[in-house]
């Protein structure tokens, strides 16, 4: 994970203030499903849970972008921009259970 700080403008370029952000890179993990279930119930179960997730993180304010990555040699899956001032603060939010 990278900690970074950017200046939000709004109009003529006057500044409204500084924000962190945490950049995580999505990578294969070590859950890796079998090819009967990459296309079946349990995929679209594992996906919606993913992506309510995506929903509620950014609802809440704490996720800032979020997006796939196309095939490449660093399994390298996706990114995450958090809106976060700590690289803990990111790391808790990744590995937290999705909330149903």
Known sequence: MLR???V???????P???SFF???????GTLVMAAEERAGEE????????F????????????AVAGPFGKN?????????????TIEEAEKLVIAK???
């Open 52 to 63: 309510a997730n995506i929903g509620r993180l950014a609802d809440e304010g704490k996720l």
């Open 73 to 85: 040699d660093k399994a390298y899956r996706g990114l995450y921009i958090f809106n976060v001032a």
């Open 8 to 14: 939000q403008y709004i109009g003529r370029m006057k």
């Open 4 to 6: 970074f700080g950017c």
């Open 22 to 28: 945490v950049l995580a890179f999505l990578c294969i």
């Open 98 to 100: 999705p909330k149903s």
């Open 16 to 18: 409204t203030r500084f």
């Open 43 to 50: 995929r679209k179960k594992i996906f919606a849970g993913h």
